[in-house]
């Protein structure tokens, strides 16, 4: 059996693994009072032919970007109770997710010997099918699903880009860049960041430049209708979301900063005069955070260093579990993430230490998603659903590592 030919095995047992978890334990679960009330919801509002409507007022709504909800939206047609079609809908791209990731994996040793190459991809895929991070996320109607999908779509993307930089590549790891911008707000740090290191590598080999300000030119461009469409409808201006203020004030409070150091909590948005529509009491939470920063700045060194350990799972583990099951995760599930984070982690570690031994210098696009979770947990707070968009690099820095061992197994000495 070939290499496709075992990564479609692969992907079919991180399937039924999935499928299995939806039916037996999601699917007759009603969603819970968390951001998957918004998005079932506004896709339900969408198929209606109320597009991004505020569910409670009926004015613009654009609590968050407008990808999952408009993916979801075909899954809502028909009226009715549209959960588990919207679950299941959010499951298959999970399933999508461990392919793509598989094919990541090979193209980022593609340089080395065949058999090496298939290794690793065989290897991310399998740690792609099982991983709980990955798959605790796929039946939840949420946007992390999604980002994950985009974020490796785009790093198997990058990678054949760093092999042979052009124009039209360029374009392309804009293009998704910019939808996972659109899925979740955080990975436009992906846009300027991926136009780096495009940049760093045509320099190097003394070629146009254009590819890089490709990405840039079309990352931004995707955003732009997103944008402009919410110009028109919101008082003050809103770029992606609405939720910027809810985010900002509730990881900048007394709770988060004194208490759950480094968290976010829905206690600290309190009752604030609101405006007349989402965008200007998004800018009057937005104030309070800024202020509360202002007056409590010798905290944040603290804070930081709080919310970066809640992110690498070493720090405030309690938090982050009651923070997941209010997300309708499971708890054993839960840990079960921690865990394998822990054995991963390390592993990854190890995996970019192979790589530079290698001389894998398709090793720092896998950087720009960790440098952009990092980012995003330093200026917010940490959780891990922060951390989610970074998941595919991790596994492939993992992936990578094992299969290492297994040259070192085969050879009897380890290929570093």
């Not at 480094?262 to 005069?273: E, F, H, I, M, N």
Request: a neutral charge; hydrophobic letters at 55%; charged letters at 15%.
């Amino acid at each position: 059996m070939g290499f496709r030919g075992r990564l479609v095995l692969v992907t079919a047992l991180g399937a039924a693994w999935r499928l299995g978890y939806l039916l037996v334990a999601k699917a007759d679960q009603p969603l819970l009072l968390n951001d998957s009330i918004y998005f079932s919801i506004q896709a339900g509002l969408n198929s209606e032919g109320h597009w991004f409507e505020d569910a409670l007022t009926g004015q613009p709504g654009a609590e968050h970007g407008m990808m999952t909800s408009l993916y979801l939206t075909p899954w809502s047609l028909g009226g009715g109770d549209s959960v588990f079609p919207q679950r299941l809908a959010m499951t298959l791209l999970g399933i999508s997710a461990v392919f793509v990731i598989g094919l990541a994996g090979r193209r980022l040793v593609g340089t080395m010997a065949i058999a090496t190459a298939e290794r690793v991809g065989l290897i991310a895929a399998v740690i792609a099918a099982v991983y709980p991070n990955l798959w605790i996320n796929d039946s939840l109607v949420m946007s992390e699903t999604l980002a994950i999908l985009l974020v490796a779509l785009a790093l198997f993307v990058a990678l054949g880009h760093h092999a042979n930089p052009t124009i039209a590549s360029g374009a392309l790891l804009g293009l998704l860049a910019g939808l996972g911008a659109l899925t979740r707000s955080e990975i436009a740090l992906l846009i300027p960041g991926f136009a780096v290191v495009s940049f760093v590598v045509c320099q190097r080999r003394r070629l146009s430049r254009w590819p890089a300000v490709a990405i840039v030119v079309v990352g931004v461009a995707t955003l732009v209708p997103w944008s402009a469409y919410n110009l028109s409808r919101f008082d003050e201006p809103v770029l992606l979301s609405t939720n910027d203020g809810n985010t900002l004030l509730g990881a900048n409070c007394d709770i988060s900063y004194y208490d759950d150091i480094g968290g976010w909590d829905l206690r600290c948005l309190g009752p604030l005069d609101a405006g007349p529509d989402a965008s200007q009491r998004s800018r009057e939470r937005r104030d309070a955070a800024f202020d509360y920063v202002a007056d409590h700045h010798g905290r944040l060194p603290l804070v930081v260093a709080g919310r970066a350990g809640r992110l690498l799972d070493v720090y405030g583990l309690g938090s982050l579990v009651s923070l997941d099951v209010g997300e309708e995760k499971a708890r054993w599930a839960v840990w079960a993430g921690i865990g394998a984070w822990w054995i991963l982690a390390v592993a990854a570690v190890a995996g970019w230490v192979v790589l530079s031994r290698w001389r894998i210098g398709a090793r720092w696009w896998l950087l720009v998603p960790c440098v952009a979770v990092l980012l995003t947990a330093v200026l917010f707070y940490g959780a891990h659903r922060i951390r989610a968009p970074a998941e595919p690099a991790v596994v492939l820095f993992a992936a990578v590592a094992l299969g290492a061992v297994f040259e070192r197994r085969r050879r009897g000495t380890l290929v570093v």
